[in-house]
Protein backbone atom coordinates (compact mmCIF):
# COMPACT_ATOMS: atom_id res chain seq x y z
CA UNK A 1 0.00 0.00 0.00
CA UNK A 2 2.83 2.24 0.59
CA UNK A 3 4.19 1.66 -2.74
CA UNK A 4 0.96 2.81 -4.31
CA UNK A 5 0.26 5.64 -1.90
CA UNK A 6 4.07 6.86 -2.93
CA UNK A 7 3.31 6.45 -6.97
CA UNK A 8 -0.27 8.42 -6.70
CA UNK A 9 1.51 11.53 -5.08
CA UNK A 10 4.62 11.01 -7.32
CA UNK A 11 2.30 11.11 -10.60
CA UNK A 12 0.48 14.35 -9.46
CA UNK A 13 3.60 16.49 -9.34
CA UNK A 14 3.49 19.30 -11.54
CA UNK A 15 7.33 18.38 -12.65
CA UNK A 16 9.44 21.01 -14.13
CA UNK A 17 6.85 23.26 -13.23
CA UNK A 18 9.46 26.19 -11.78
CA UNK A 19 12.45 24.98 -13.54
CA UNK A 20 14.13 27.91 -15.11
CA UNK A 21 13.18 30.24 -12.20
CA UNK A 22 15.18 32.01 -9.89
CA UNK A 23 15.63 30.46 -6.51
CA UNK A 24 18.34 31.60 -4.12
CA UNK A 25 17.87 28.34 -2.11
CA UNK A 26 19.51 26.17 -5.00
CA UNK A 27 22.69 26.92 -7.54
CA UNK A 28 20.39 27.42 -10.51
CA UNK A 29 21.19 26.25 -14.13
CA UNK A 30 19.34 27.36 -17.08
CA UNK A 31 20.39 25.33 -19.86
CA UNK A 32 20.00 21.17 -20.34
CA UNK A 33 23.55 21.32 -21.33
CA UNK A 34 25.09 23.05 -19.20
CA UNK A 35 23.29 20.79 -16.49
CA UNK A 36 24.45 17.42 -17.93
CA UNK A 37 27.90 18.44 -19.57
CA UNK A 38 28.73 20.78 -16.72
CA UNK A 39 26.97 19.18 -13.64
CA UNK A 40 27.23 15.19 -14.43
CA UNK A 41 30.45 14.35 -12.67
CA UNK A 42 29.64 16.29 -10.03
CA UNK A 43 26.43 14.76 -9.74
CA UNK A 44 27.32 11.03 -9.78
CA UNK A 45 30.37 11.69 -7.11
CA UNK A 46 27.23 12.57 -5.22
CA UNK A 47 24.93 10.29 -5.82
CA UNK A 48 26.32 7.35 -6.67
CA UNK A 49 27.60 6.72 -2.37
CA UNK A 50 23.79 7.45 -1.53
CA UNK A 51 22.83 5.00 -4.40
CA UNK A 52 25.09 2.21 -3.00
CA UNK A 53 24.31 2.62 0.65
CA UNK A 54 20.53 2.52 0.07
CA UNK A 55 20.81 -0.18 -2.76
CA UNK A 56 22.97 -2.47 -0.07
CA UNK A 57 20.21 -1.58 2.46
CA UNK A 58 17.43 -2.23 0.33
CA UNK A 59 19.21 -5.64 -0.94
CA UNK A 60 19.51 -7.19 2.65
CA UNK A 61 15.46 -5.85 3.75
CA UNK A 62 13.57 -5.73 0.36
CA UNK A 63 15.68 -7.71 -1.94
CA UNK A 64 16.52 -7.49 -5.65
CA UNK A 65 13.03 -8.39 -6.90
CA UNK A 66 11.03 -5.72 -4.63
CA UNK A 67 13.85 -2.79 -5.96
CA UNK A 68 13.25 -3.72 -9.48
CA UNK A 69 9.35 -3.69 -9.21
CA UNK A 70 9.46 -0.49 -7.77
CA UNK A 71 12.08 0.34 -10.61
CA UNK A 72 9.60 -0.39 -13.04
CA UNK A 73 6.49 0.58 -10.94
CA UNK A 74 7.88 4.33 -11.01
CA UNK A 75 8.81 4.24 -14.71
CA UNK A 76 4.91 3.19 -15.18
CA UNK A 77 3.65 5.70 -13.19
CA UNK A 78 5.81 8.97 -14.36
CA UNK A 79 7.19 7.99 -17.67
CA UNK A 80 4.37 9.65 -19.79
CA UNK A 81 3.38 12.97 -17.43
CA UNK A 82 7.24 13.36 -17.71
CA UNK A 83 8.13 13.23 -21.18
CA UNK A 84 4.67 15.71 -20.82
CA UNK A 85 6.16 18.08 -18.66
CA UNK A 86 9.34 18.00 -20.24
CA UNK A 87 8.33 18.97 -23.56
CA UNK A 88 6.42 21.87 -21.74
CA UNK A 89 9.50 22.79 -19.82
CA UNK A 90 11.58 22.82 -23.35
CA UNK A 91 9.19 24.94 -25.09
CA UNK A 92 8.67 27.66 -22.10
CA UNK A 93 12.34 28.18 -21.49
CA UNK A 94 13.01 28.03 -25.88
CA UNK A 95 15.54 25.42 -25.11
CA UNK A 96 14.19 23.87 -28.61
CA UNK A 97 18.08 23.77 -29.35
CA UNK A 98 19.09 22.07 -26.76
CA UNK A 99 17.04 18.65 -26.99
CA UNK A 100 19.21 14.97 -27.52
CA UNK A 101 19.20 14.06 -24.05
CA UNK A 102 15.66 14.23 -23.18
CA UNK A 103 15.89 10.33 -22.16
CA UNK A 104 19.43 10.60 -20.63
CA UNK A 105 17.73 13.51 -18.00
CA UNK A 106 13.91 11.82 -17.99
CA UNK A 107 16.25 8.55 -16.55
CA UNK A 108 17.74 10.67 -14.04
CA UNK A 109 14.80 11.68 -12.54
CA UNK A 110 12.57 8.25 -13.08
CA UNK A 111 16.27 6.59 -10.66
CA UNK A 112 15.60 9.52 -8.13
CA UNK A 113 11.77 8.81 -7.56
CA UNK A 114 12.11 5.32 -7.44
CA UNK A 115 14.99 5.62 -4.91
CA UNK A 116 12.84 7.57 -3.21
CA UNK A 117 10.13 5.28 -3.72
CA UNK A 118 12.35 2.62 -1.81
CA UNK A 119 13.21 5.23 1.05
CA UNK A 120 9.76 5.50 1.54
CA UNK A 121 9.26 1.42 1.49
CA UNK A 122 12.03 1.57 4.38
CA UNK A 123 10.33 4.48 6.39
CA UNK A 124 13.64 6.19 5.90
CA UNK A 125 13.70 9.83 5.08
CA UNK A 126 17.11 10.17 3.26
CA UNK A 127 18.74 11.66 0.03
CA UNK A 128 16.34 10.83 -2.69
CA UNK A 129 13.63 11.73 -0.03
CA UNK A 130 15.50 15.28 -0.11
CA UNK A 131 15.55 15.24 -3.96
CA UNK A 132 11.94 14.29 -4.33
CA UNK A 133 11.15 17.52 -2.34
CA UNK A 134 12.63 19.75 -4.80
CA UNK A 135 10.92 17.97 -7.59
CA UNK A 136 8.15 18.59 -5.91
CA UNK A 137 9.05 22.60 -6.44
CA UNK A 138 8.91 21.99 -9.28
CA UNK A 139 12.65 22.09 -10.22
CA UNK A 140 15.66 19.30 -11.24
CA UNK A 141 18.04 18.40 -8.93
CA UNK A 142 20.54 17.45 -11.67
CA UNK A 143 23.91 17.94 -8.93
CA UNK A 144 25.24 19.15 -5.61
CA UNK A 145 27.66 22.05 -4.94
CA UNK A 146 30.12 21.18 -2.35
CA UNK A 147 30.52 17.82 -0.52
CA UNK A 148 27.11 16.82 0.60
CA UNK A 149 25.59 17.59 3.27
CA UNK A 150 27.30 20.60 3.16
CA UNK A 151 26.50 22.95 -0.16
CA UNK A 152 23.29 23.13 -2.08
CA UNK A 153 21.22 21.60 -4.50
CA UNK A 154 22.25 22.40 -8.29
CA UNK A 155 18.95 22.94 -9.98
CA UNK A 156 17.83 22.84 -13.77
Not at 63 to 85: N, P
Request: negative net charge.
Amino acid sequence: MLTATFLRKAKAIDWFANSGTPNESYHMVFSVFEAYDTWNGQMLETWEPQVTALENMAKEKLGDAAIDSIFERVSAAIGDTLWEKWAQFIDRQKLDGETGLDNEMLDMVKRDVAWACVENKLRVKGFFTMLLEIYKEGYFPCAWLGDYPEGKPVVL
